[in-house]
């Protein structure tokens, strides 16, 4: 079978994957073997799955896949810790994920997060993002979701884990000039250490090499609307919080929405409770709508109501994403007045400089306007964070990627991103050629 229609394993559940291999004929516990190779041995390649016989690992080969994803690019921040892959879809079309590694603190053990993109594109077109700028290409399949994940799930401990202490300040220049970094070396490797606690069975944990993943935390702010590719989405929350499998907690999933109301209602019913976050960026319709196209649709009075309906059921805090544009959105008044937008809600605000693109003349407040307007939400009781910039040196070195030349193929690279986020890394890539 050419690869073409070769089934991508990725896009199968469980269940879906006891029958297609009940359709070559194979047993139920064979299914099962196949899915913790994936999910829990992060593996990558058939013949990999030892445990199964040599025959079925060859008719694999041959009616299956298990990548959807092509890496192209990487950027590492210098500190090692924030890193951006571009990938190429087997359709040609490009999406990005990035990983950011936070260090065990007083009250955190350390975090591993991956941003995720949902759509190779996206139809929003807000006015201050530079995905929106290309439209549409399409959805993802769950598979190339949960793909993103399993990416960088098994570079850990093995080659970036390597890579990272390598290249951390510490190993180099830094520990020379006796320099710190935010994330010393031990804490990088404490971080890498602690993976995400699973409950093995005794069959699962007899799979040899079996190794669980660093990744603590998924995020779905990446290129595109989550919620306007609800079913893919939903089924790659599913299928990496499956305790059969990837085993992450719902709780450390996060669904970034630029504020689609009957998604926000569907995630309400939702048995999983993964968390919510909300592009909010204006405190007002006219403001908002100019900013966000969408908003025309789903009002502020709508989406918040939807909003405390969904901590109402969930009893779980919403974080408001608040973007700062000088001149536009960030003066003591728009704070106040989203301040009494907000008053009494069970939520939280992160506060984010604008990440500037090309196409618009926006740019961030300086750093005493992007103050006071915390100071003014924190007046009335607001739980804000200021989200700091993270990797941006990243993004200069996307300049660098422009109309790169890799020999056999040319590849005109155009990368915009907020690395700055920090909860909610932005990525936005187009690939032309
Ligand atoms: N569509 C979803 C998820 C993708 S965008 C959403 O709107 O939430 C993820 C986050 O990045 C959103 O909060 C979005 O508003 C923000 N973002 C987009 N462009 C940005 C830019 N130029 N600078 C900083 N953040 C940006």
């Known amino acids: 079978m050419s690869q073409n229609l070769a089934v991508t394993l990725t896009n199968l559940s469980l269940a879906q994957l006891v029958e297609f291999m009940a359709s070559l004929g194979e047993p139920a516990y064979r299914a099962r073997q196949v899915y ?50 571009l990938f190429r879809l087997a359709d040609g079309n490009a999406i990005e994920s990035v990983l950011m590694l936070y260090a065990p603190g007083n009250d955190s053990r350390g975090r591993c997060t991956v941003c995720v993109s949902t759509q ?118 599913e299928r990496l919080n499956d305790p059969a499998g990837f085993g992450l907690g719902a709780r450390h999933m996060t669904i970034s929405t630029a504020g689609l109301l009957p998604g926000i209602r569907r995630l309400a019913g939702e048995k999983l409770q993964v968390n919510l976050a909300v592009s909010l960026h ?19 009075a709508a989406l918040l109501a939807a909003c405390r309906e969904y901590s109402d059921k969930t009893g779980r805090r919403v974080s408001f994403e608040y973007l700062l544009i000088d001149g536009v959105n960030s003066s003591p008044a728009q704070a106040r007045q989203l301040a009494a937008l907000l008053e009494g809600m069970l939520c939280h605000v ?36 200021l989200r700091s910039a993270r990797g941006v040196e990243i993004q200069a070195a996307c300049g660098q990627l422009r109309a790169r030349q890799d020999g056999r193929t040319r590849t005109a690279v155009t990368v915009q991103g907020s690395l700055a986020v920090g909860l909610l890394g932005l990525l936005q890539a187009i690939v032309l050629g």
């Open 36 to 85: 913790r190779w994936l999910y829990r041995s992060l593996a990558d390649d058939f013949s990999a799955m030892h445990n199964l016989p040599a025959a079925l690992r060859a008719r694999l080969g041959e009616v299956a896949h298990l990548g959807a994803l092509q890496p192209l690019t990487t950027l590492t921040a210098a500190d090692g810790l924030t890193r951006k892959v």
């Open 120 to 237: 190779a594109g996206c139809a929003l077109d807000c006015a201050f993002c530079a995905t929106g700028k290309g439209g549409l290409m399409r959805n993802l399949t769950a598979g190339e979701i949960v793909e993103q994940v399993l990416y960088f799930a098994r570079q850990f401990p093995s080659s970036l884990r390597a890579e990272t202490l390598s290249r951390s300040p510490e190993r180099s220049e830094g520990a020379a000039k006796g320099q710190r970094s935010n994330l010393s070396h031990g804490a990088t490797v404490r971080l890498l250490r602690r993976s995400t606690p699973r409950n093995d069975s005794q069959e699962e944990a007899a799979v040899p090499g079996a190794a669980a993943s660093t990744i603590t935390n998924v995020i779905f702010a990446g290129m595109g609307e989550p919620l306007a590719n609800y079913a893919a989405t939903w089924a790659a929350v």
């Open 282 to 300: 204006a405190p007002d319709d006219v403001l908002r709508a100019q900013l966000m196209p969408i908003a025309r649709r789903y009002p502020l």
């Open 350 to 385: 992160n506060l984010i400089p604008l990440n500037p693109i090309a196409e618009s003349p926006w740019r961030p407040p300086g750093h005493e306007v992007v103050l006071a307007f915390e100071r003014e939400l924190a007046r009335r009781g607001i739980a804000t964070t």
